[in-house]
Antibody, heavy 121, light 108 residues
Framework: EVQLVQSGTEVKKPGESLNISCKASGYSFTDNYWLMWVRQMPGKGLEWMGIIYPDDSDTRYNPSFQGQVTMSADKSINTAYLHWSSLQASDTAVYFC?????????????WGQGTLVYVSS | DIQMTQSPSSLSASIGDRVTITCRASQTIRDYLNWYQQQPGKAPKLLISAASTLESGVPSRFSGSGYGTDFTLSINNLQPADFAVYYCQHSDSTHNYNFGQGTKLEIK
């Protein structure tokens, strides 16, 4: 069974750094699958942040998020990460990871449960 | 950058009704269009890919159509579980994955 299990809720202060994770199981992490990160601010819609290919860590960012976050992956433990070096209150949101299905057609068939990040002084 | 615009932003309907949600792309995207359903507090769920291909396990009362710039998601015989937020998403091989702003389907 394919699963994406994300790390738990984070409560942080502005200026702090943070990594959240997305651990994949039930499929070959490096076998032609990309992983996308999506932001959902409170009461708002879905925004794609970027996508990473875990096999070689090729990463493509949405221009709106370029330089704001860093995506990485550790294929030895089937885990992708989203990193902030200096959080802001506006980073408060739920973050989802999602698997891009293999093959020619790009759709996202499995999603993590979401990680709530709360940033407040 | 291709923008996706959904209408309406919200919609009220009754059990058993048929509803249609529209998604428009700012330029042609052929059939590179997905639809997702999001229940409160849950992750999105893929309903339809390639504009009209129903995902395995999704009830046949859901259907998608369209090509180019205009797309629709239709739901026949609304059931209680269908009241949720629906998102369209353009996705292509150049790594553009923009979502529409969402349509909230509420029970009347």
């Amino acid at each position: 069974e394919v699963q994406l299990v994300q790390s738990g809720t984070e409560v942080k202060k502005p200026g702090e750094s943070l990594n959240i994770s997305c651990k994949a199981s039930g499929y070959s992490f490096t076998d032609n699958y990309w992983l996308m990160w999506v932001r959902q601010m409170p009461g708002k819609g879905l925004e794609w942040m970027g996508i990473i290919y875990p096999d070689d860590s090729d990463t493509r960012y949405n221009p709106s998020f370029q330089g704001q976050v860093t995506m990485s992956a550790d294929k030895s433990i089937n885990t992708a990460y989203l990193h902030w070096s200096s959080l802001q209150a506006s980073d408060t949101a739920v973050y989802f990871c999602a698997r891009r299905r293999s093959g020619w057609y790009p759709s996202f068939d499995f999603w993590g449960q979401g990680t709530l990040v709360y940033v407040s002084s | 950058d291709i923008q996706m615009t959904q209408s309406p932003s919200s919609l009220s309907a009754s059990i058993g009704d048929r509803v249609t949600i529209t998604c428009r792309a700012s330029q042609t995207i052929r059939d590179y269009l997905n639809w997702y359903q999001q229940q409160p507090g849950k992750a999105p769920k893929l309903l339809i890919s390639a504009a009209s291909t129903l995902e395995s396990g999704v009830p046949s009362r859901f259907s998608g159509s369209g090509y180019g710039t205009d797309f629709t998601l239709s739901i026949n015989n609304l059931q209680p579980a269908d009241f949720a937020v629906y998102y369209c998403q353009h996705s292509d091989s150049t790594h553009n994955y923009n979502f529409g702003q969402g349509t909230k389907l509420e029970i009347k």
